[in-house]
């Protein structure tokens, strides 16, 4: 159940979380508990020390406000990019330039390693280019058929 708090920012830009006791923790972070499957659900509020102060079922629930300040402070956390499109590869070969079309606009990243494309569900996969980020593929069946057929090739 989530747990009964108010947050703010204070003049530093950092979340300040008061409880329902009146104890106030500064510079809280949120962290998703399952970031891939349920993003929007099951996110901790965690202090400077690494302790979880408080807890979100669901982002939805909470009033709009709150809300919009957990949702800015993850996306300022987290960069996973979400890939819509495979445009080409340089090679089928590793490693190789992968050209990909994201909901954050087009960019180029090199795979080192067919090792580096997980499956983390049946139909969602996580790819990790030479620098350490990584790249969601939410549902492999969304993509369009061009893109289906590099993947193929590398799965």
């Known amino acids: 159940m989530t747990t009964n708090f108010d947050l703010t920012r204070n003049v530093f830009g950092r979340l300040v979380l008061t409880t329902a006791d009146g104890d106030v923790h500064e510079s809280v972070a949120p962290v998703r508990a399952f970031p891939v ?10 202090s400077t020390d690494g302790k979880e102060v408080g807890w979100i079922d669901r982002i939805e629930d909470l009033p709009a406000a709150v809300g919009q300040l957990v ?21 089928f070969a590793t490693p190789c ?17 067919e090792e580096d494309i997980r499956r983390l569900t049946v139909d969602t996969l996580l790819i990790s280019d030479i620098h350490g980020i990584h790249y969601l593929i939410r549902d492999v069946r969304e993509l ?3 893109s289906k057929k590099i993947l193929d090739r590398f799965l």
């Open 97 to 113: 330039t992968w050209s990909v079309a994201t909901d954050r606009g087009d960019t180029e990243f090199v795979l080192r390693g």
């Open 71 to 91: 949702r800015e402070e993850l996306e300022g956390r987290e960069f996973m990019p979400e890939i819509a499109r495979i445009n080409s590869v340089t090679s």
């Open 37 to 46: 499957q349920a993003p929007d659900d099951g996110i901790a509020l965690v």
């Open 144 to 146: 369009d058929k061009h």
